[in-house]
């Protein structure tokens, strides 16, 4: 246990509004990532941080963005949500040294 | 393009059998980890391996790492219902990010 939390752990919502999913880390760990993870796809890397206000795209970054205005969270942010964005969130953090990551128990989003 | 590709995808056996979970990546890297993720829960991590030549091993579970091959393999001892899950690995290329592997999907029958 990483000491990852994530909230909300599970949300439904309306095409077109905005949601913010949180992920909270007790450890201090310098980069934090969050994933989608869809069935066919497996996980895929949307946005990732390495420092209070330093973030950057992954692959999947469209309609998303983030920020970090703490080193112990990291918000991802749907402006407005579409049903391609329905999903299970998770969000890592990096260890130092080894670079394993550790993984948040997750946030399914739908989209409706 | 780097690529890690898992094989198989999907595994059926029968418990007590012996199998093994192949992962090939395509770019050079050191570092490879080995999670297991079960059914609407989040992924744990099992192994991590940092060399070349590398072996890890936890219970029914021993985890090797070829670098100048580019492969990883997961290997099953005498398998147990409990270990039916989906198996990632994942390949540090150096930057800020894991490559990940497709996910094999365990399912081991009584």
């Known amino acids: 246990d990483a000491g990852i939390t994530q909230s909300p752990r599970h949300k439904v919502t309306e095409t077109g509004t905005p949601v913010t999913l949180r992920c909270h880390q007790t450890?201090?760990?310098?980069?934090m990532y969050w994933y989608r993870q869809d069935p066919g796809h497996g996980l895929r890397l949307i946005h990732y941080s390495y420092g209070v206000k330093d973030t950057d795209k992954g692959e999947v970054s469209d309609g998303y963005s983030v920020s970090r205005s703490k080193t112990e969270d990291f918000l991802l942010t749907l402006e407005s949500a579409t049903s391609s964005q329905t999903s299970v969130y998770f969000c890592?953090?990096?260890?130092?040294?080894?670079?394993?990551?550790?993984f948040g128990p997750g946030t399914r989003l739908t989209v409706l | 393009e780097l690529k890690v590709e898992q094989n198989p995808l999907f595994l059926s056996m029968q418990e007590g059998k012996n199998y093994t979970i192949y992962c090939n990546y395509s770019t050079t890297s050191d570092r490879l980890y080995w999670y297991r993720q079960d059914p609407g829960k989040s992924l744990e991590s099992l192994f991590v391996l940092l060399s070349n030549g590398a072996v890890k091993q936890e219970g029914r579970l021993m985890a090797s790492l070829d670098t100048k091959a580019r492969l990883s393999t997961l290997h099953i001892t005498a398998a147990v219902h409990d270990l039916s899950a989906t198996y990632f690995c994942?390949?540090?290329?150096?930057?800020?990010?894991?490559?990940w592997g497709a996910g094999t999907k365990l399912i081991i029958k009584p």
């Open positions: 994942a390949v540090d290329p150096g930057n800020y990010q894991l490559i």
């Open positions: 450890e201090n760990h310098r980069y």
């Open positions: 890592a953090i990096r260890r130092d040294g080894n670079n394993e990551q550790f």
